[in-house]
């Protein structure tokens, strides 16, 4: 929000001699933002004077231009030229080449002369340009830093000027004046408007605020200028769309009318620029009591006016040439031939005031803030007006607006007030708020007086029912954002001074932190990353056709998944099922950048669909929802467990003198997902598996000791690999740690009956079928151990010669040690052989010689 200060001035006790920068350190006491500072003059550097156009030759140019060749005095006719300097012309007759179209002869312009400087450090000299020697220019206002339009030239015929030649022609634009920028939050919305400026002004300077608004005499109508209705048949939120709708009426509009240069400076310092007085004056007026306004051609109404919401796909001409396709929550302005403006956010083609209108209907309501923030972002379209609309505008102002602009048309465009209008609309309860006395003190931790609280409310606009315990607080109708105890508290805090307010730090409660399994969460992720992983974070985005691969383990198996409704990607538009897409997904990249030897981690969610996917009904954003609702909303988020996935690729080691490089195998996937349950203290079993995603018999089936499958590790398909060139023996492994966190101890006891005797080992080669396990026949064999088995480990699996067709040998080392005396040999031995005996028993295994 820009404040030009001679406006704020008007309305506040600015002292002669402020800055822009003084303005902005006041505001910023009391919780506004500083931005910026505009002053033209910085930028600009004479001599820019009045110059008269004396002739004007139009040359076609052979790139298909038109120039034109100016003859134009900068000095009174009959004066000598008193500047000096490389060509500036003693006569005080310069010529210029101009390519503007928007002046005649006899046109009073602004002129640059050489020496000039504007804006971007722009220096004007005199230079030859198509067959001329053209000293100077004649500026448009973007050339000179005062707005944007550069279409043409500044003619002061059309500012409604006509000043001597040869002046100062700074003074006249008005760019002796500067503005403060402020940003403004979204609570504050008041403040987007002279009118609330100038009160924060006041209450930070302690000086005294003149109300605009307070200024001005609304006249009642005589009769109606057009029939209103109020129908809002679908509220949101219970709030109706439009609750006040003022109407006025001018006419004997002087189509010659232009706007005067102040309030065309005004609003150009302000960031706005002049286009015609109509709207000009629109601007001019919702700038000073931000009070957005729209003026329709009254000759084009027909009918009476029906504010209403859309139908769906009805549509709508906007004022910027585009046809909107409405939704039935847009709130509309029509008339008997349909939608004739977007309420409170653009008017529409069909009504707009143009250089022929004659008679002008103003409109001044105040609509939802709701309403018209969702409007606003759904056809996507900011405006000043829907700025100030969807932060809530003072209900009580939309008379005095529209009485401002009928007033400021009569004055400067000729116009005649009808004296015809309206008012519909209900007036809104006053918000009333109860603060209990001390609540401020109590809740900002400073010694308010109660002069300083009573002070505070009453600058900001409430009036105070003083009461024994407690106030009765009346909100202004400026301050929507106002209406429970803790913003008055606010208000006191922020007037009174931030700084007032002791700086403490909270005191951190005790017997709190991580829970158990945050703590366990933690552990593993160290563990994997101590053991030579990266730990990455992969999107949770896949397609489908991934989740078909990693979340079933047999091809053509349907598998659930929740799809987004606004996806980044239409191809990946579904949330995982599986880590091992995006870590395959970084790992590819990895590859195809020159770096593929990789071992990446990622713990994180995944999301399976329940029944209930999503609410049917969505529970109004201004209330606690209901418990049903609750229970609804959370019976449709989708089941999400915590899963841990590794991806090694390429090779372990380099090599090096004497050892050949290693590449990662099944062995080392399976290495990471024990190191998984051997971190939490869990136990972990493993069995021959078959899954889509990896390599047929190099797939192990992970599950707890009850049986339940918690994930799979091993070699990835060669065929998926190739087509994501990958490279070869890829493996990867995935848990889901659920399981192993509810089977996890709370805390990991090291064991503590050390053995100091010797261990005594003997070895066992089995043949068993091919098909079966080696996991399978290992946990036979420490079973049948018993009590003195410490460890068993397979170092050998033999399918060659020897061994009949369908059947393998498994050979073992088994390690036995007791804690109280040496073993013998023969006691090792039957432990042993009752090891072999459950083997045999169970799988038909025979011990090989």
Request: charged share 25%; glycine share 10%.
């Amino acid at each position: 929000m820009r404040i030009p200060l001679s406006w704020l001035r008007e309305n506040a006790e600015v002292p002669a001699g402020a800055t822009a920068e003084d303005v902005m350190a006041a505001l910023v006491r009391v919780g506004l933002e500083e931005e910026d500072v505009i002053r033209p003059l910085d930028s600009l550097q004479g001599p820019i004077v009045v110059g008269q156009v004396l002739t004007r030759e139009e040359e076609p140019q052979k790139n298909g231009k038109v120039i034109n060749w100016c003859t134009v005095r900068v000095v009174p006719e009959g004066a000598t030229q008193t500047l000096t300097g490389e060509g500036i012309d003693p006569s005080g007759v310069q010529g210029i080449i101009c390519g503007a179209h928007n002046f005649e002869v006899g046109d009073k312009v602004v002129v640059t002369l050489p020496g000039a400087v504007l804006p971007g450090d722009f220096r004007i000299t005199p230079r030859k340009t198509y067959g001329h020697v053209s000293a100077g220019m004649l500026a448009s206002a973007r050339e000179l830093g005062l707005g944007d339009d550069h279409d043409g030239i500044v003619v002061f015929r059309d500012l409604g000027l006509d000043p001597e030649v040869g002046q100062e022609a700074l003074p006249l634009l008005g760019v002796t004046d500067e503005a403060a920028e402020i940003n403004v939050t979204p609570d504050r919305g008041y403040c987007f408007s002279i009118r609330g400026v100038a009160r924060e002004y006041a209450l930070a300077t302690g000086t005294a605020f003149s109300d605009p608004a307070g200024r001005v005499t609304v006249a009642a109508p005589t009769q109606a200028a057009i029939g209103v209705q109020l129908k809002d048949e679908a509220p949101i939120r219970g709030n109706v769309g439009c609750d006040r709708f003022v109407t006025r009426e001018v006419t004997g509009l002087d189509p010659e009318a232009t706007t005067p240069a102040w309030m065309a400076e005004r609003l150009r310092l302000a960031g706005m620029r002049p286009i015609s007085l109509a709207v000009d004056v629109s601007n001019y007026v919702m700038w000073e009591l931000g009070q957005p306004l729209h003026f329709y051609d009254r000759d084009t109404l027909t009918g009476d006016i029906v504010v209403r919401r859309a139908a769906a796909g009805e549509k709508l001409t906007t004022l910027d040439g585009k046809e909107r396709t409405l939704h039935a929550e847009d709130l509309l302005i029509t008339d008997g031939s349909g939608p004739i403006g977007l309420a409170g956010i653009m008017g529409g083609a069909a009504t707009e005031v143009s250089a022929s209108t004659r008679t002008v209907l103003i409109e001044s309501a105040h609509f939802d803030a709701v309403s018209m923030g969702r409007t606003k972002r759904r056809h996507k379209l900011p405006s000043e007006a829907s700025k100030r609309n969807e932060r809530g505008v003072d209900w009580e102002v939309a008379d005095k607006a529209a009485q401002r602009a009928v007033d400021l048309l009569v004055e400067l465009g000729g116009g005649t007030d009808t004296g015809r209008g309206g008012d519909a609309g209900t007036r809104p309860a006053p918000v009333t708020v109860t603060l209990p006395h001390g609540a401020a003190a109590a809740r900002v931790g400073v010694e308010y007086t109660r002069a300083q609280e009573l002070s505070s409310l009453t600058g900001v606009g409430c009036t105070v029912e003083e009461g024994a315990d407690a106030d009765l607080v009346t909100v202004p109708s400026w301050r929507p954002d106002m209406d429970i105890a803790d913003d008055l508290i606010e208000e006191i805090a922020r007037l009174v001074g931030y700084e007032q307010i002791p700086s403490t730090l909270p005191v951190a409660p005790p017997g709190r932190g991580l829970t158990g399994a945050q703590r366990s969460k933690r552990r593993v992720l160290d563990a994997l990353a101590a053991a030579g992983l990266t730990e990455v974070l992969a999107y949770p985005f896949v397609s489908q056709a991934q989740n078909a691969t990693f979340g079933a383990p047999v091809e053509g198996t349907e598998v659930p998944a929740v799809h987004l409704a606004n996806p980044i990607s239409a191809e990946f538009g579904w949330l995982r099922t599986s880590l091992l897409p995006g870590l395959l997904e970084i790992a590819r990249r990895n590859a195809s950048r020159g770096f593929r030897d990789t071992a990446l981690f990622e713990g994180g969610l995944v999301f399976w669909p329940r029944e209930q996917l999503g609410s049917a009904t969505l529970p109004a954003g201004g209330a606690r929802p209901s418990d049903e609702a609750l229970q609804d909303l959370n019976a449709g988020i989708p089941d999400q467990p915590w899963h841990l996935a590794a991806v090694l690729s390429g090779r372990v080691s380099n090599g090096a003198l004497g050892e050949s490089a290693r590449a990662w195998d099944w062995a080392d996937a399976l290495d990471a997902a024990r190191l998984v349950s051997d971190t939490l203290g869990t136990e972990l079993r493993v069995k021959q598996g078959a899954h889509q995603a990896f390599h047929p018999g190099r797939c192990a089936r992970l599950e707890t000791p009850e049986g339940a499958l918690i994930g799979w590790a091993g070699e990835l398909h060669p065929d998926y690999l190739a087509a994501n060139d990958l490279p070869e023996r890829t493996v990867a492994m995935e848990v889901d740690v659920r399981e192993l966190l509810a089977a996890a101890p709370e805390s990991i006891v090291a064991q503590q009956d050390l053995s100091s005797f010797p261990a005594a080992t003997q070895d066992v080669a089995l043949v068993v079928a091919a098909e079966l396990s080696a996991q399978e026949v290992l946990e036979a064999l420490r079973e049948g151990a018993g009590e003195l088995l410490e460890h068993v480990e397979l170092f050998d699996d033999y399918r060659g010669q020897g061994i009949e067709p369908g059947s393998k040998s498994l050979a073992f080392a088994l390690r036995f040690r007791a804690t109280d005396r040496t073993l013998t040999a023969d006691e090792a031995s039957a432990a042993r052989e009752a090891a072999v005996a459950v083997a045999a028993e169970r799988f038909g295994a025979q011990a090989r010689g």
